[in-house]
Nanobody, 124 residues
Framework: QVTLVESGGGLVQAGGSLRLSCAAS????????RGWFRQAPGKEREFVAA????????YYADSVKGRFTISTDNAKNTVYLQMNSLKPEDTAVYYC?????????????????WGQGTQVTVSS
């Protein structure tokens, strides 16, 4: 069993920054890729960013490209999402997830463990 715990969410003004963390416990993340998704009220959960286990491959949603950066520290079993130039439309619950193998994916179905989420609210 793998437990993922997100932290770092909060309330920030438009144009500000936040850094989300996702720490794993139980079995180590091992050689699995990771991803971040988000869900706004009344909307489906959507892909935000993903990274392969090696860190060499990353994917981003068009809506966050150039503003968000995903990174990983395998020694700490922790994945990060640095969010800059935040916009009100970035407001959502952010979830981290573990992909089924060492690759980076964008499809929800290819992630097998999920965290409980952390709220990010961006005020205008």
């Amino acid at each position: 069993q793998v437990t993922l715990v997100e932290s770092g969410g909060g309330l920030v003004q438009a144009g500000g920054s936040l850094r989300l963390s996702c720490a794993a416990s139980g079995r180590t993340l091992g050689s699995n890729g990771r991803g971040w998704f988000r869900q706004a009220p009344g909307k489906e959960r959507e892909f935000v960013a993903a990274i392969s286990w090696s860190g060499r491959t990353t994917y981003y949603a068009d809506s966050v490209k150039g503003r968000f950066t995903i990174s990983t520290d395998n020694a700490k079993n922790t994945v990060y999402l640095q969010m800059n130039s935040l916009k009100p439309e970035d407001t959502a619950v952010y979830y981290c997830a573990r992909s089924r193998n060492n690759y980076a994916y964008t499809a929800r179905s290819l992630f097998d463990y999920w965290g409980q989420g952390t709220q990010v609210t961006v005020s205008s």
